[in-house]
C-alpha cells in the first residue's frame, strides 16, 4: 500500500540539509554514577540509522552526546547536531555556546536555538531583558564571530506572538521553531504561518511524551494496522506528511527502528482524520508535560511566563467551553 522511507531531509532557509527524523535525547538520563544508559541508546540510534540528534544545555546531557558519537564511528560530517540556550544563559550566549561547543567535544554546531522566548534569573525569575529579541541579535552575533563553529540559529517554543517581536530586529531569519506538534496539538496555525514566513517547524513530543494517549487510541491503532506498522510509526508520518520534521525519543531498538521508517504516503483519509483528530472530545490538549509531570492545563506558568506573554492558545479540553477553530 506504502513504501517505506528510510531518511528523507528538510531544507532549511539556510540551504543546509537537515534529516526529517532526528533522536530525541531528553527524558535521556546522563551518565549518573558511571550509568552509560543514555549514551548506550544513542550508540544504538546511529546504528540505525540517525543522523540528526537533538539535545540542549538544560539537559545536561551534551557530554552523553559527545561519548557515544564517539563511541559509533560516525564520521562528525555525517551527522546533524542541534543543540539550545538555556533561558538563564540569554545574558551571555556566547560563553554558553562555547560551552555546549566544548561539552560536545565537537568543531562545530549544525543549529542552535533558542531554547525558550523567555530570560530567567535566580530562582526562576522571568527577566524583562534581555527581551527576545535582544537574545537574538547576541545569537546573531555569535554565528557571525564564529562562522566555522556555528552553522545556523534557531528557536524553540515560539508563536506568532514571540515571532512577531524577534523579527522586528532580526537580520538573520531563524531556520527553525521547534514546538510541540501531534495528533491532539497539531497547530495548524502555527504551522502555516512560519511557514509562510520559510521559517522551518520541527515537532517536539511527537508521540505525545509518557503514556500518551495517542499510543492506546482504538481508532488511530487501526488506521496503523492498516499499513501493517505500529502507532508510533504512524504518528511520526503523519508530522512528515504536513512537512514537520520529528524528533522522537525511545531508549529501544525496535522503537527506534520503528521510528526512523516511515511511511511515504497516506492516503487522504487517514492523514484527515488524524488532522482533525484533536476535534473530537477531549482531545485538544498539550501533551508535553508540565514542570510537576501533570498534563498541562493553560494556566500554568511556563519559566515565569504565563500562556499570554508565550502567545500560547490557552484553550484547553478541561478548562474551557469552546471548540478549538
Ligand atoms: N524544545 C523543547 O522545549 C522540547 C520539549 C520537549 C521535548 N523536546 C525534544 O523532543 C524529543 C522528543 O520528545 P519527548 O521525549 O518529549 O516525547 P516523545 O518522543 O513524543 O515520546 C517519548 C516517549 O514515547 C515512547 N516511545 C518512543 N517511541 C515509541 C513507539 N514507536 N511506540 C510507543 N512508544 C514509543 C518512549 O518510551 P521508550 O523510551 O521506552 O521507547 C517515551 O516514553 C525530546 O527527547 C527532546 O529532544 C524538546
Known amino acids: 500500500m506504502s513504501t517505506k522511507l528510510c531518511q528523507q531531509k528538510i531544507k532549511l532557509n539556510t540551504g543546509q540539509l537537515m534529516p526529517a527524523v532526528g533522536y530525541g535525547t531528553w527524558q535521556g538520563k546522563p551518565d549518573v554514577n558511571g550509568s552509560t544508559e543514555l549514551q548506550d541508546a544513542i550508540v544504538v540510534a546511529l546504528e540505525e ?88 541579535l547576541n545569537m546573531e552575533a555569535v554565528i557571525k564571530k564564529y562562522p ?82 505500529g502507532v508510533g510509526t504512524l504518528l511520526l508520518s503523519w508530522c512528515l506528511a504536513n512537512g514537520v520534521s520529528v524528533i522522537p525519543k525511545s531508549a529501544r531498538r525496535e522503537r527506534m527502528h520503528a521510528n526512523i521508517n516511515l511511511l511515504k504516503n497516506l492516503e487522504p483519509e487517514d492523514k484527515k482524520f488524524l488532522d482533525e483528530f484533536h476535534f473530537k472530545e477531549g482531545m485538544h490538549r498539550r501533551l508535553c508535560l508540565a514542570g510537576d509531570g501533570t ?10 511566563w504565563t500562556y499570554e506573554q508565550m502567545g500560547w492558545e490557552t484553550f484547553f479540553v478541561d478548562t474551557d467551553e469552546r471548540r478549538p477553530m
Open 148 to 229: 566555522t563553529k556555528l552553522r545556523a540559529i534557531g528557536v524553540s517554543n515560539f508563536s506568532k506572538k514571540t515571532i512577531d517581536q524577534l523579527l522586528e530586529v532580526a537580520t538573520i531569519k531563524p531556520a527553525v521553531n521547534q514546538v510541540e506538534v501531534n495528533p491532539m496539538w497539531p497547530q495548524p496555525e502555527l504551522r502555516a504561518y512560519f511557514e509562510g514566513l520559510g521559517i522551518h517547524i520541527t515537532a517536539y513530543s511527537p508521540l505525545g511524551q509518557w503514556d500518551s494517549p495517542l499510543l492506546t487510541d482504538p481508532e488511530i491503532a487501526a488506521i496503523a494496522a492498516k499499513y501493517n506498522v
Open 49 to 136: 540509522g540517525y543522523r540528526h540528534i537533538d539535545t540542549a544545555a538544560a539537559y545536561g546531557v551534551e557530554p552523553d552526546v559527545a561519548a557515544a558519537i564517539k563511541k559509533s564511528g560516525v564520521p562528525r560530517e555525517e551527522l546533524f547536531i542541534v543543540t539550545k540556550l538555556w533561558n538563564t544563559d540569554h545574558d551571555d550566549v556566547e560563553a554558553a555556546f562555547l560551552k555546549s561547543l566544548e561539552k560536545l567535544d565537537t568543531e562545530y554546531i549544525d543549529l542552535y536555538l533558542m531554547h525558550f522566548p523567555q530570560a530567567n534569573g535566580a530562582g526562576g525569575v522571568a527577566l524583562e531583558h534581555p527581551t527576545p529579541a535582544e537574545t537574538w
Open 295 to 304: 498534563r498541562p492545563t493553560g494556566k500554568e506558568l511556563i519559566f515565569g
